[in-house]
Each structure stands twice: as structure tokens, then as C-alpha cells.
């Protein structure tokens, strides 16, 4: 029962090419050139989106590192991972978003080039962060030590919850979906339910993009 559960989020290959992974490029499948051409309500959503987006990591940015085009890369972010969340929750898709492979590959190579941006750019002020102000000599070298290993666990962190968090949504999905039997008594409390859990994952699929993009910019500008 387990390995069925499980099994939606194997990867499969046909003819050596790893079509489930395919799906996180359908975005540009479904916005074409065109689509950003028209003015339709969908765009008016997906601009008013952006400028909320922008003003909120704006406002994270500290002066000090604060330029033009900052924004852009937590708000490209948010809307890839939102895509390829509001995907999976489609019939017969593929969940990249619960795979350690799709997230770390997103939240490592940012934090990594971010942190040695800072190392490179203002490294007196990185090693004042690992010493906290008011720390006793003795505790100085176990502080930076930790200081250390909570640096390196924050993109993990990111991934894992991400991941975490989708899978969990999707199994519950699943496990609800075996149980409906429209020949049995409660199956319109069951298809009731089903449906609420469905828009709830919805909600999900935004918080968790808005998250891991929110996260991401505040953990960067904390170290200025």
C-alpha cells in the first residue's frame, strides 16, 4: 500500500528522456509570446502579483545591497516554483516541487552564490555576524561554530520544507481518493471533502512558493 502511495512520485523515462521532469518547462508552453502581448485579466492578475511581490521584497532589502533589478530574481522564483505547484495538482502530472532534487537545485546554488557575494563584497560584516554582540570570549569559538552550521543548514531547511510539505499534500490527496466508492453511503461527504482538500492544496501550492521566495530574500538580507 505504501509503495502504490509512493509510487506517483517515481520519475520514468521513455526512450532515455525524462518526460515527468518535462513538466516544469509547460509554463512556457502555456504563455507564449503572445499571451503577454493581449491584455486579458490573466495578465492584469499576474501584473498586480508582480508589483505586490516587488514592493514586499523591496521592503526585505537593506539599503546597503538595495539596486535596481534586486527584486527580480525572488520574484522569478516565487512564480516558478507557484507553476510548477499549481501543475502538479492536476490529474495524471508530475510533482517536481516534492522531489530534494528540484528544491535543492533551486535553494543551494542561490544561498551559495549569495554567500559568497557577501564573503567577496563585505566581509567585515560576515564575520561580525558570526560573533553575536555581548558573547563571552569562552563561547566565541563554539558561536561561530554555530553560526557556521546554521548558514549551511538554511537552504536545506528551505528544500526540505518545500518538499516536505508537498508530499505530505499529495499523499493525503491520494489516500482520500482510495477511499471514494460512489456505491457506499458517504460518498458525497467523501467527494465534499476531497474537493475542500483539493482547494486547500491550492492554497498550499501559493503559500509554499511565497514562502521559500520570502525566506530565501530575508535569510540574504539578514546578513547585511
Not at 78 to 96: A, E, V
Request: charged content about 5%.
Amino acid at each position: 500500500m505504501m509503495m502504490s502511495l509512493f509510487s506517483m512520485f517515481d520519475p520514468t523515462a521513455f526512450f532515455m528522456l525524462p518526460l515527468n521532469w518535462m513538466i516544469m518547462s509547460l509554463s512556457l508552453i502555456f504563455m507564449p509570446i503572445p499571451f503577454w502581448k493581449t491584455n486579458s485579466r490573466l495578465l492584469i492578475l499576474i501584473h498586480i502579483m508582480i508589483k505586490f511581490l516587488n514592493k514586499e521584497f523591496k521592503a526585505m532589502f537593506t539599503k546597503k545591497i538595495l539596486i535596481k533589478g534586486t527584486t527580480i530574481l525572488p520574484c522569478s522564483l516565487f512564480i516558478l516554483i507557484m507553476m510548477n505547484n499549481l501543475s502538479s495538482n492536476f490529474p495524471y502530472t508530475f510533482c517536481s516541487s516534492a522531489h530534494l532534487s528540484f528544491s535543492l537545485s533551486l535553494s543551494l546554488p542561490i544561498w551559495m552564490s549569495i554567500m559568497l557575494f557577501y564573503w567577496t563584497t563585505i566581509t567585515n560584516s560576515m564575520f561580525t555576524h558570526l560573533v553575536p554582540s555581548g558573547t563571552p570570549s569562552i563561547l566565541m569559538p563554539l558561536m561561530v561554530l554555530i553560526e557556521m552550521i546554521s548558514n549551511l543548514i538554511r537552504p536545506m531547511a528551505l528544500a526540505v520544507r518545500l518538499s516536505a510539505n508537498l508530499i505530505a499534500g499529495h499523499l493525503l490527496m491520494a489516500l482520500l481518493g482510495n477511499t471514494f466508492n460512489p456505491s457506499s453511503y458517504f460518498w458525497l461527504i467523501i467527494l465534499m471533502l476531497q474537493t475542500l482538500f483539493l482547494m486547500f492544496e491550492l492554497m498550499v501550492a501559493l503559500i509554499q512558493s511565497y514562502v521559500f521566495s520570502v525566506l530565501m530574500t530575508l535569510y540574504s538580507s539578514e546578513m547585511t
